[in-house]
């Protein structure tokens, strides 16, 4: 049985990333404001010859943003002259998500759950179209349950490389390093060297990334230098009371960096995590009152996949890409919809359910007292999103790299209302 379980697996998984390529081909490359992004950035470099950002950048870029796509865009052009296998690597780490999801899942539960998992998984709406744009998602989730895979099957050296290339694409490679380390303190009596496996090649990898922008830029830096703005520019953003705090600023904006054209985006970084302490010593209240709204704002729905099914016409002129697939915009349009539409909002209506039976099956293991798959799966979603309100700011697919695990615990709780149904 199980082996033709583990045929179905890869036969599914190969179909499921089939129809990943399929998705390409039909509807294109969608240009999302921070794909484009991305891609300008890596034209620059490769014109200036050198991976992002370059010595020239430095002087010119006003932050640095995600190291892991645009080098990866970088390699491509390189490599093979074109962007074309960027898009088919992700589509590739992307079928390979699915198949990871299921041998998590075995590792955390057992061979039905996982399965069932699986299943979810690869039926979901949103799971489709994601490679169609350069966003960091798709590589950030695969190296992210590569990592799990890869510590559930004790291999803690190459664990702690794929946390590392992880934490390339996005910088939140700590979140998972926290719950990994704590799953070991809390399984294994001698923890010491497996602890040391991961840790030590986790920030090796970093050092060395470090170590070459060092060398070709003068800066030592690993990681997006992005985060004091946007959080600084939300927090600013969603503030109440702004005509009490403009006095805080130089010429009353939040945002102004003394001599900009001169200033590099190291140092502008740390200006903007000076002026965010500067406005939170005054609205520690304010800070706090914010927090809901981001993790409204980070699950409110989960749409963003569907703009790649929007046409092309429209993708490539739209002022607001997201608009005919934004909550706003189905509310006043109900329910004349379009198939499109009616799409989002069947996924929806899964994503909420997923959601619920995520929480009925984070119920379930801590009643069982299963602590060691509430960690990997719940404290993950739960550390997560602890990061996000408290030092990041709200977007919708800010969650996307999450559902894996979600739909791993609702698993567990329509496994475990069949068992009692029967």
Request: glycine share 4%; hydrophobic share 45%; net charge positive.
């Amino acid at each position: 049985m199980r082996f033709i379980k583990e045929h179905f697996v890869v036969a599914a998984t190969a179909a499921f990333t089939i129809a990943q390529l399929l998705c390409l081909v039909v509807w294109g490359y969608t240009p999302y404001p921070d794909s484009d992004g991305y891609l300008s950035l890596a034209r620059e470099s490769i014109a200036q010859g050198g991976l992002y950002p370059t010595a020239v950048q430095m002087k010119e870029i006003p932050f640095i943003w995600n190291l892991g796509s645009i080098n990866t865009l970088v390699l491509s052009r390189m490599l093979f002259g074109t962007f074309i296998p960027v898009h088919i690597l992700f589509i590739l780490m992307k079928g390979l998500s699915a198949w990871l999801v299921y041998h998590i899942a075995i590792h955390l539960t057992n061979s039905k759950a996982a399965l069932l998992s699986f299943i979810l998984y690869l039926i979901y709406p949103a799971s489709y179209g994601e490679a169609n744009s350069y966003l960091s998602e798709v590589p950030f989730t695969f190296f992210s349950l590569l990592t799990v895979y890869l510590f559930l099957k004790e291999r803690y050296s190459g664990s702690g490389l794929s946390l590392g290339i992880a934490n390339w694409y996005r910088p939140l490679g700590i979140i998972l390093l926290i719950i990994l380390l704590l799953s070991l303190l809390y399984k294994k009596r001698q923890a010491l060297r497996p602890l040391c496996s991961i840790l030590g090649v986790y920030i090796i990898v970093n050092l060395s990334i470090a170590a070459f922008n060092y060398q070709q830029t003068g800066y030592f830096f690993a990681n997006a230098q992005t985060g004091w703005m946007a959080l600084l520019q939300y927090s600013w953003d969603n503030d109440t009371d702004k005509q009490a705090d403009y006095t805080l600023f130089e010429h009353y904006d939040p945002m102004y960096i003394p001599d900009n054209e001169h200033t590099d985006p190291i140092s502008r970084n740390a200006q903007w995590r000076t002026n965010f302490f500067k406005w939170i010593s005054r609205n520690k209240m304010e800070y706090v009152k914010q927090m809901p709204k981001k993790l409204v704002k980070t699950y409110v729905s989960d749409n963003t996949t569907f703009c790649t099914f929007l046409p092309q016409s429209y993708k490539q002129h739209a002022e607001y890409l997201y608009a005919p697939v934004s909550m706003p915009v189905l509310i006043k349009s109900f329910p004349r919809y379009s198939a499109l539409q009616w799409l989002v909002v069947y996924n929806l209506l899964y994503y909420y359910l997923l959601l619920v039976l995520a929480a009925v099956g984070t119920c379930i293991l801590l009643k069982a007292k299963d602590t060691h798959t509430t960690l990997i799966t719940a404290g993950t979603i739960l550390l997560y999103s602890l990061f996000l309100i408290v030092l990041g700011h709200g977007e919708t697919r800010f969650h996307i790299p999450l559902m894996p695990y979600v739909i791993i615990l609702a698993s567990i709780a329509l496994m475990q209302a069949k068992s009692k149904a029967m």
